[in-house]
């Protein structure tokens, strides 16, 4: 089978192919053949040059589906619609999927008018995850031979992605990837800046292996992983590293500008994979078809973070031989960014430093902890909160682009909740609500605060640096166009279940007021408070926004 397959690759790759990108336009019904006169020539990779971002991060969420609500609707209550009076939780940027399954029995055009929609509501720079064929796209071959488990991927991926045709180059029909590809980003191309793809291809059915490190048995960072524990691949790297390929080909054919990202893993150990080998099926060697390893075919790095699972806030102490815990909400917000600059390290290792390649920028598509604590793990309402609001702060401080929070409305009641992920929310559960019947969790009153506040500031490390904040804080500050500054501050959590303590700081003279507004994450109240000239505050483990006038 193998052999057959590069046999047609090498023998197709004589075809002359280039990549090509159609010109900007407004119109998203747009044929699904290449028009020949409309093509300009787009020969590049990750490895030679990056999208730069340049927009303002937007507070994003993940939507979820709840029976009985409109996409639409869930949108109001995660944005707010101001024209029906409808208050949301301020997210500007949403995380929804374009299922291939899901378009090919409803039609490419289907989400059109939905996606208008988030537009009028200001959602824009939207994340959306791609792939999951249908059954009659799907590849048959068993590459788990162990439990005999067909693929959960596309068939025929090694055909051509291009053809050259007497009326132009178009993407061949006969690579159903592709096509596919194709014809959602010509649909859906104005709404969405990241295309992600898949979700969690690195999900390990065993949840013994892909956090292993070197040397550990089994380890996928000196071993590539098993077909049988990739739970939404059930196939070789070699074939995802194909998948995101054809995906940076297509994609940039059309919308040069659009970031092509890894598909929300979880594990640094499946980035070194992907990094390490080519699409090529034959164990993903480097060969002639076959020339560049999968970084190359990649902008964007997007993975997922939670901090139950963090080393930060629990780990396994081999000289103590028990748990060491830490169970409060600095160590999980700091368990994010150590993550990501375990990935960075990786990338950097395989030459995306910013000098060899370009270096690739982050966004985190699912985050959170649960409203209330499971087994040993992390959680609570009070811990949640300020997680939150923390982990907002420093994924803007550590340069992450844009972050989607999971997720916008519980799944559970509270008394039928049997994991964390049942009690992770902007509101709580509306299974069974009419639209627009919802309630805020503190999580959402807290995201709320930070989203409806600070909308157009940007992270500011030099005024940071000028808040010279001692050991025991933490915070940042932010600046909009117009020059208003604002800050977020707070004492940092230390030890396991704490978020007590306080600390008297005043900001230096710099930052002297006539008055100056505090936003309370609680409640979202706003006091106005003059305080002549010096600005001195009791910080605790609970953020403060402060809005200098």
Known sequence: MKINIISIFVLSSLIYVI????????????????????????????????????????????MGYYKGWKDEELAEIIS??????????????????LYSHFLEKY???????????????GIKDNTVFIGYPSEHQKDSTVFCE????????????????????????????????????????????NYIKFWEVWNEPDFDETG??????????????ENNPDPCDLKNLKAPVFYYNRILRISYEVIKSVDS????????????????????????????KISGAFPLNAGAYFDCLSFHDYPQYGYEVVHFDKQLMKKVYNRNSDAAAFSTI????????????????GKTYPKKPVIITEYNIGRKPFKDYIGGDEVQRNYTVKSLVLMQKYGVLQSYIYTSSESKKEPEAVNEFDLMGLFGNILGNKPYDKEFTSQGIAFKSMAETLIGFRYNDSLTSLLELPEELNGGAFKDDSGKTAFVLWKKAVGDWNEKGDYSYTLPDTFKADKFVLVNIE????????????IKITLTPKPVIIVLN
Do not use: H
């Open 19 to 62: 990549t090509a990108y159609l010109p900007e336009s407004q119109n998203n019904n747009i044929s699904d053949n290449f028009v020949a006169d409309s093509l300009s020539v787009f020969k590049k990779t990750a490895n030679d040059v990056v999208p730069e971002y340049k927009d303002i991060f937007l507070y994003g969420s993940n």
């Open 146 to 189: 162990r439990k005999n488990q067909i693929s959960k991927i596309f068939k025929n991926l090694y055909e051509p992605i291009f053809i050259d045709t007497k009326s132009g180059i178009k993407v061949n029909d006969n690579n159903i990837y592709a096509k596919y590809v194709y014809k959602a980003v010509t649909r859906y191309r």
């Open 107 to 121: 039609g490419y055009d289907v989400r059109g008018n939905t996606f208008a929609f988030y537009d009028s509501l």
């Open 523 to 534: 409640n979202f109240s706003k006091e106005t408070i003059i305080p002549g000239g010096k």
């Open 80 to 97: 707010g619609n101001k024209e029906k009076n409808i208050e949301g939780a301020g997210s500007k940027s949403l995380r929804p999927a």
């Open 338 to 353: 150590k993550k990501m600059d375990a990935m960075q390290e990786t990338l950097c290792n395989y030459g995306y430093d």
């Open 257 to 284: 500008n659009a970031f092509v990202c890894i598909g929300g893993i979880g594990y640094n150990s499946f980035l070194d994979a992907v990094c390490r080998n080519t699409d090529n099926p034959d164990n993903g």
């Open 208 to 221: 013994a292996k892909g956090w292993k490190p070197r040397g550990a048995t089994g380890n996928w960072f």
